[in-house]
């Protein structure tokens, strides 16, 4: 049996060597409580963010090239940079909707943390000049609900938050707000859409940018719970102090949570770009390789959307940059392991099928697309597959995300790497991040599907003279 | 229309009234409804309609995109089995077939005794302790055929403190104080920039800087 060295009131979080930068208040149980925050230093990074003024804590922001934690990697000092001069009142919404396969960091933030988080959001409003915001937190995370809520009720008690905060002009409210089970929500101007009372379906950008066009029509930051996590820490302690860790495009630690066939799976915070793959899976401080008895067979990078890394990808850093040259993304922080047990038709499947039920319907290709993707792969699963099944999934694929898709080098048949991103016919990354499993798992273990293949085509495939327009009368019949 | 009682009518009234536009409380109010009777009646959603200046159709077409929102009555216990690849690569399959034999439905159906509700579900976020499960979205973590048997007749003698009757999520709310709060900002209330930032002005005309 594995040895988990997890910090038991906190399950899943491993407490690691490296520096603590967001999970620093984890060891304790009490970590949740105004108690335990105050006399660990929260606020602290809220008074020093007063003592300056809102341009210079955006300066320091920017100077920490601090990346955003939800998945796109934009710098957060960047994004800040965008909202239209003067076109008041600017709001923050703060993306509490982990839904993301494999993704857990935010929540053990919320739940574990929520002061760090509070004040986090307060140094972003008074920053920029966002005069409300609004918690969003994903639905069936009850207790971080609840830990939010009791953290603002105190931190209100306290003068934290609210009117006049700390004896200052800097005055906001946060807002608690909670959803009801979409995936999609995630994407920030869907969550948007949500807030405003509608179903989540995302909106076209442009010119939706929320920072020009957000929330009730007005400029809008949305940010990750861990970008903004970082925040206390960063006002604290500075830009410099915050570049000596990680590399020098990405500064800092980041969560991951790492599952499926580890010796000790969890989420670790680790420093990015100077932390490899490798090291993350096999370290002992880590994962600690690959369950007894097996090897590693595939692994996804950066949750159930980015592209399947191999064997030859192990050594990469956490780093956006690299890992997007080489066919995929970080993302999320999600790295899901599989060892030679697995069937890779059947784990991409259950990530399409994911797609399937969370497309909101509002693109064609994907709400057709990735509903297609699911029928033939269940049927090749089924043993009702048809040779031109294959051909029939990338032409789907190709609908939903034309051109070559991002994929990671296959050494062994000289195959390149093909960068990330990739291109899209909709509005939002949902309908391409379910071409990923398909194209991953075609390139590489072709053979797999080939085996599980045991019809024939019902006209053969020489003799007819347009084989995708038969093939694809066929499916719709 | 009247469905909510009186506590839960005051505690929609705040809810609504930390939003610039009152819309924008629909979901929060769904869940207080759920919470008042375990699943969204046609009469809690024309109150939610009335309260926040929508059509019952506008509610329904909101509520209907979000799973966790029942239209019909469901368990007092909702079981979500998490399938997703994290829990699929540790048994979850296996572990549903488990809990359909136990509880004697498929997935999406509900006990005749009307206790349980289970559910097929996506992932639910604690993928380093799979398989896993919520109970009226309170954890269950690496669960085993055993473990869901027990967790079952816990349930069913009362014996699972944490997890509170389907609709309930969290046991605290937040209260902004009426004194304390800096109130809601409507976009056509706020169009000068907030007080705070003239320290960026001060500090320009005294220093210079940009």
């Given amino acids: 049996m594995p040895t988990h060295a997890y910090v038991p009131h906190a399950p899943g979080y491993v407490d690691n060597d490296g520096p603590k930068i967001v999970t620093a208040r984890f060891p304790h149980e009490d970590s949740f409580t105004i108690g335990r925050a105050e006399a660990t230093g929260a606020y602290l990074g809220l008074k020093a963010a007063l003592d300056r003024r809102p341009s210079e804590v955006h300066d320091e ?46 929540r053990l933030l919320m739940e574990r943390d929520p002061h760090q988080l509070i004040e986090g959001c307060l140094i972003a409003c008074y920053a920029l000049g966002l005069q409300q915001c609004f918690l969003y937190v994903r639905g069936e995370m009850a207790l ?37 089970g979409a995936y999609i ?8 859409e949500s807030l405003e009372g509608n179903r989540g379906m995302p909106r076209l950008k442009p010119p939706y940018f929320p ?36 590399s020098d495009d990405s500064p800092g630690t980041r969560m991951f949570a790492v599952s499926g066939h580890v010796r000790r799976p969890g989420v670790y915070e680790v420093e990015q770009g100077v932390t490899t793959f490798r090291e993350l899976l096999y370290g002992d401080n880590f994962c600690q390789g690959i369950r007894d008895g097996h090897e590693l067979k595939m692994f996804v990078p950066g949750g159930g959307s980015a592209p399947w890394f191999f064997e030859e990808q192990l050594d990469l850093p956490l780093e956006a940059r690299p ?31 994911f797609y399937a039920r969370e497309s909101c319907g509002k693109c064609t290709p994907c709400r057709e697309g990735t509903t297609w993707e699911e029928r033939i792969l269940q049927r090749i699963l089924d043993g009702e597959g048809r040779p031109s099944d294959i051909d029939l999934l990338l032409d789907i694929a190709d609908n939903i995300s034309p051109g070559p898709y991002p994929v990671a080098a296959d050494p062994d048949r000289s195959l390149e790497a093909i960068p990330f991103p990739p291109k899209q016919t909709t509005i939002c990354p949902l309908g391409p991040s379910s071409v990923a499993p398909i194209t991953s798992t075609i390139r590489r273990f072709r053979h797999e599907y080939e085996a599980k293949i045991t019809k024939r085509d019902s006209i053969p495939v020489a003799s007819a003279p347009v084989v995708a327009e038969t093939v694809a009368e066929e499916v719709i019949a | 229309m ?12 705040e809810i609504i009234s930390r939003y610039p536009r009152p ?18 009646t046609d009469d809690a959603m024309r109150q939610i309609a009335e309260l926040t200046g929508t059509t019952p159709a506008e509610v329904k077409g909101t509520g209907s995109f979000y799973e966790m ?44 005794d009307g206790m349980f509700t289970l559910e097929d579900v996506e992932c639910i976020a604690a993928c380093t302790e799979a398989p896993c499960l919520q109970v009226n979205y309170r954890y269950r973590l690496r669960v085993s055929d055993a473990d869901f048997d027990a967790l079952i007749d816990d349930l069913r003698h009362g014996r699972a403190d944490d997890v509170p009757e389907h609709g309930t999520l969290a046991l605290v709310r937040q209260h902004i104080p009426a004194d304390t709060g800096a109130g809601i900002v409507a976009p056509e209330d706020a169009r000068e920039a907030p007080v705070w930032l003239a320290r960026n002005a001060k500090a320009d005309d005294a220093g210079g800087e940009s």
């Fill in chain 1, 61 to 106: 922001v920017r100077n920490a090239t601090l990346l955003g934690r939800g998945g796109a990697g934009f710098p957060a000092g960047v994004k800040w940079g965008f909202m239209p001069p003067g076109k008041y009142p600017y709001y923050l919404v703060v993306n509490g909707d982990e839904s993301e396969p494999g993704t857990y960091k935010d």
């Fill in chain 1, 144 to 180: 971080a609900q609840e830990h939010i809520a009791m953290a603002l009720n105190d931190a209100y008690a306290k003068g934290y938050v609210g009117k006049n905060i700390l004896g200052t002009d800097f005055s906001v409210d946060i807002v608690l707000t909670w959803g009801a």
């Fill in chain 1, 185 to 192: 929500v995630g994407e920030e101007t869907a969550l948007i």
């Fill in chain 1, 211 to 246: 920072a020009a066009i957000g929330l009730y029509g007005q400029p809008t930051i949305v940010n990750n719970v861990e970008t903004l996590s970082n925040l206390p820490w960063l006002m604290r302690n500075g830009a410099d102090q915050y570049k000596t860790y990680g």
């Fill in chain 1, 323 to 353: 890992v997007g040259a080489a066919g995929s993304m970080l993302g999320s922080g999600a790295i899901v392991v599989m060892d030679e047990t697995t069937d890779a038709v059947k784990a991409a499947l259950r990530l399409v099928r």
């Fill in chain 2, 2 to 13: 009247t469905y909510f009682d009186d506590s839960n009518l005051a505690t929609a009234r």
């Fill in chain 2, 23 to 40: 819309k924008s409380a629909l979901i929060p109010l769904l869940h207080l409804a759920q919470e008042q009777d375990g699943w969204v």
């Fill in chain 2, 69 to 112: 929102f029942k239209f019909h009555p469901v368990g007092t216990y909702v079981v979500n089995v998490c399938t997703n690849i994290a829990c699929q690569l540790l048994g979850a399959e296996d572990l549903l077939a488990h809990a359909e034999a136990t509880l004697g439905v498929k997935a999406g159906g509900t006990t005749a």
